[in-house]
């Protein structure tokens, strides 16, 4: 592993950063850039409980869908790039990084898109009646959690952990699995 895989690697940590500070739409096709170019790189965020499920996006096209709401209703996050850790292997590499989400969105803009989840979940959930208790806690945990959230008001900062698999394709590194967690509240 060299010294200087590393310090690409945390450029496009670093990259990907500005690109979620920026939230601009126009550049979606540059975040896209940053990811290998097939149909297996896959975002696993905050919520996720399984493969296809709510927050559990694959492919290039829902992730570019989950970057350009993320952009709208999510706040400003930033990692800890200087301290994340970087392992490269090959073609391979993979990095942890502390963070924190600052909320900056107002409860009323997000809303919507929160109620629009919530349909998601219980589309996806639709016709297991023998589990339709759970499906109901699941749906209000969610609606619960978002409530918490918005309560505490903008500025106030979540913290998060980030981990992602990038893999080295023409002479680039690409993310090729991200992962975003938060604490258990």
């Given at each position: 592993?060299?010294t ?59 992730i570019?869908?989950i ?31 502390s ?10 803009e ?8 919530m ?17 109901m ?26 981990s ?22």
């Open positions: 592993m060299s200087n895989e590393v310090e690409q690697v945390r450029e496009v940590l670093g990259h990907f950063q500005d690109l979620y500070l920026a939230r601009d739409a126009v550049r979606l096709d540059e975040a896209m850039r940053l990811f290998a170019d097939n149909n297996e790189v896959e975002m696993i965020g905050i919520g996720a409980q399984k493969r296809g499920g709510p927050e559990w996006f694959q492919g290039r096209q829902q570019r869908d970057i350009a709401g993320d952009w709208q209703y999510w706040g400003e996050v930033q990692f800890d790039v200087p301290g994340a850790r970087i392992t490269c292997m090959g073609e391979t590499a993979w990095l942890t990084a963070g924190k989400l600052i909320q900056t969105v107002e409860h009323a997000a809303m919507e898109q929160y109620l629009q989840q349909r998601e979940m219980l589309d996806v959930m639709r016709g297991n009646h023998n589990k339709a208790d759970m499906v806690m699941e749906v209000i945990h969610f609606g619960l959690r978002r409530l918490r959230e918005w309560s505490l008001g903008t500025g106030y900062a979540w913290p998060l952990v980030f992602a698999v990038l893999v080295h394709e023409n002479e680039q590194w690409k993310f090729h699995t991200l992962h975003w967690a938060m604490p258990v509240d």
